[in-house]
């Protein structure tokens, strides 16, 4: 909390996205038991995930056991996780009209079980450790609801985004709208920071990005109750990063493919940083992440407001042992 604040630390905070998943056997086993959907429902489960993974890996934050298409299941579109192949939305969004016939989603009632959750596990936490919540930004949950799932070209969407400004308008403000309330009653719940994430928008170019992304995410991000702080995540955004932080946010956090010391001159003065290991190094072996650890921290050379984390999530075949190994490092390497 302390480093989204750019005051000073006495070490590096670190916490990791996707800490609680497929790579963690204590996961697996709830997993091998349970649809995806039934754990994300259930109170306990999410907890006990949630908090499992704080303390196994030692983390500096917990961030609550839930996904960001969560929010599209109450437009309506039906959404399934199908195992092995992820999620998929059956009526998906092809004209203006599905985009008229989208209600006013208040997830207050429709997705009460994600602030329960929240609840239950901020009381569960060690007081110390601050708890996360999470959505995802308008753009790739309208990327989900226009392409029915995950994309390699995102072709589908973006022909739907340029060929009607104004049905792009409304769908992308209903999503805002949605996603402003669903993060401030995960606030209202308990939870301590925030996280947008814009998980796809690396598939644009940035006059893309300034034209149909940029005055939703910035909808959302100035459209929050004030006073907790909002880390805006987006993978893909070296080209048009200075858009990106423009956009909102407290914390800008980036992927693996720009060195830290260059994006802090980029995103301007008054906001801290998040990042940014590549999730890859983290399934080869002690002394290669050590070295590239130590190459991040370097960069940083302990500036006030930076919050060490993987460029994206950690990959399913992640050793956990790496993962414990890495916490300590950045533990370990960056004391002050």
């Known amino acids: 909390m302390k480093a989204c604040r750019l005051e000073k630390t006495s070490r590096t905070p670190v916490w990791l996205m996707r800490q609680a998943g497929r790579y963690m056997k204590e996961y697996r086993e709830i997993r091998d038991a349970k649809s995806f959907l039934e754990i994300c429902r259930d109170k306990d489960l999410a907890t006990e995930i949630t908090v499992t993974a704080q303390k196994k890996l030692n983390v500096d934050a917990a961030i609550i056991f839930s996904d960001i298409l969560l929010l599209v299941e109450p437009f309506g579109l039906g959404l399934e996780y199908l195992k092995g192949d992820g999620p998929m939305i059956k009526r998906p969004i092809q004209s203006a009209r599905d985009v008229?016939?989208?209600?006013?989603?208040?997830?207050?009632?429709?997705?009460?079980?994600?602030?329960?959750?929240?609840?239950?596990?901020?009381?569960t936490l060690d007081r110390a450790i601050p708890l996360l919540g999470f959505a995802g930004a308008p753009f790739t949950l309208a990327s989900y609801m226009i392409e029915g799932g995950s994309s390699k070209d995102f072709s589908k969407t973006k022909t739907f985004m340029t060929r009607d400004e104004g049905v792009w308008r409304s769908l992308m403000k209903k999503i805002a709208r949605a996603t402003i309330r669903y993060l401030d009653n995960q606030i209202d719940a308990g939870a301590q920071a925030v996280q947008l994430f814009d998980s796809w928008v690396g598939c644009l170019?940035?006059?893309?990005?300034?034209?149909?992304?940029?005055?939703?995410?910035?909808?959302?991000?100035?459209?929050?109750?004030?006073?907790?702080?909002?880390?805006?995540?987006?993978?893909?955004?070296?080209?048009?990063?200075?858009?990106?932080?423009?956009?909102?946010?407290?914390?800008?956090?980036?992927d693996h493919r720009m060195p830290l010391d260059g994006?802090?001159?980029?995103?301007?003065?008054?906001?801290?940083?998040?990042?940014?290991?590549?999730?890859?190094?983290?399934?080869?072996?002690?002394?290669?992440?050590?070295?590239y650890t130590q190459e991040i921290l370097d960069s940083v050379r302990g500036r006030a407001g930076h919050i060490f984390n993987l460029g994206h999530g950690v990959l399913p075949?992640?050793?956990?042992?790496?993962?414990?190994a890495l916490v300590d490092m950045v533990h370990e390497m960056s004391a002050r």
């Open 100 to 123: 008229e016939n989208l209600p006013e989603v208040d997830p207050g009632e429709s997705l009460s079980f994600v602030f329960q959750a929240i609840r239950q596990t901020r009381q």
């Open 205 to 254: 170019s940035g006059e893309e990005y300034e034209k149909y992304v940029l005055p939703y995410s910035t909808l959302v991000l100035n459209g929050l109750r004030k006073g907790t702080p909002v880390v805006h995540f987006g993978t893909g955004t070296t080209g048009f990063l200075e858009s990106f932080s423009r956009a909102g946010g407290d914390v800008i956090s980036v």
């Open 263 to 291: 994006v802090w001159k980029r995103i301007g003065p008054g906001k801290a940083i998040q990042g940014n290991l590549d999730p890859q190094i983290l399934c080869t072996d002690i002394p290669t992440i050590r070295k």
């Open 317 to 324: 075949q992640t050793p956990v042992e790496n993962v414990i």
